[in-house]
T-cell receptor, first 114, second 111 residues
Framework: DGGITQSPKYLFRKEGQNVTLSCEQN?????MYWYRQDPGQGLRLIYY???????QKGDIAEGYSVSREKKESFPLTVTSAQKNPTAFYLC?????????????FGPGTRLTVL | QKEVEQDPGPLSVPEGAIVSLNCTYS??????FMWYRQYSRKGPELLMY????GNKEDGRFTAQVDKSSKYISLFIRDSQPSDSATYLC???????????FGTGTKLQVIP
């Protein structure tokens, strides 16, 4: 099956810890994205990558870091510098054949800070 | 002002009703418009995609875009309890720098 997988589904973090969320896609998509979803605020873009070994900050990149060493993988690290990390995190990917290509989302990871 | 505004609801309708979900946008550079459906604790799934002004139909779903008034709508005919979800509208400019999402409207279809 082609698709986007995220793991873990639920993640608990103690304050001061860094945690890494996994995102893998086998759709051969060029671009990958990380969003954060909070109640009443919709989806906010954290980071995105349009090609391997390159990525750009989104609207709320502070306290997060990413890497793109492989086309199919785009892990997100939530660092201790992120003041309010409890949220639902969504990874998405997109083929960049043209402007009409749309984003497809993974199932999400719910991060809770204890 | 957010670039894409969407009434958060919740919206409750009886089964079989016609549902109208709406968004407005302010960025004239937006050219492409999408509707996503998101079930509770799941990732959004693409429902409809439109480019030009006018209507696009897919089964029970119709997406409508009015670029002159910067208004986008999603109509659901013969609504079913399985349609109960949060519906997100989204817009993207021609350069596809990023997708801008509305906050989502929560819909409940009551049997």
């Amino acid at each position: 099956d082609g698709g986007i997988t995220q793991s873990p589904k639920y993640l608990f973090r103690k304050e001061g810890q860094n945690v890494t969320l996994s995102c893998e896609q086998n759709l051969n998509h060029d671009a990958m994205y990380w969003y954060r979803q909070d109640p009443g605020q919709g989806l906010r873009l954290i980071y995105y990558s349009q090609i391997v070994n390159d990525f750009q900050k989104g609207d709320i990149a502070e306290g997060y870091s990413v890497s793109r060493e492989k086309k199919e993988s785009f892990p997100l690290t939530v660092t201790s510098a992120q003041k309010n990390p409890t949220a639902f995190y969504l990874c998405a990917s997109r083929h960049q054949g043209g402007p009409t290509d749309t984003q497809y989302f993974g199932p999400g990871t719910r991060l809770t800070v204890l | 002002q957010k670039e894409v505004e969407q009434d958060p609801g919740p919206l409750s309708v009886p089964e079989g009703a016609i549902v109208s979900l709406n968004c407005t946008y302010s960025n004239s550079a937006f050219q492409y418009f999408m509707w996503y459906r998101q079930y509770s604790r799941k990732g959004p799934e693409l429902l409809m995609y439109t480019y030009s002004s006018g209507n696009k139909e897919d089964g029970r779903f119709t997406a409508q875009v009015d670029k002159s008034s910067k208004y986008i709508s999603l109509f659901i005919r013969d609504s079913q309890p399985s349609d109960s979800a949060t519906y997100l509208c989204a817009s993207v400019s021609g350069g596809y720098q990023k997708v801008t999402f509305g906050t989502g409207t929560k819909l409940q279809v009551i049997p």
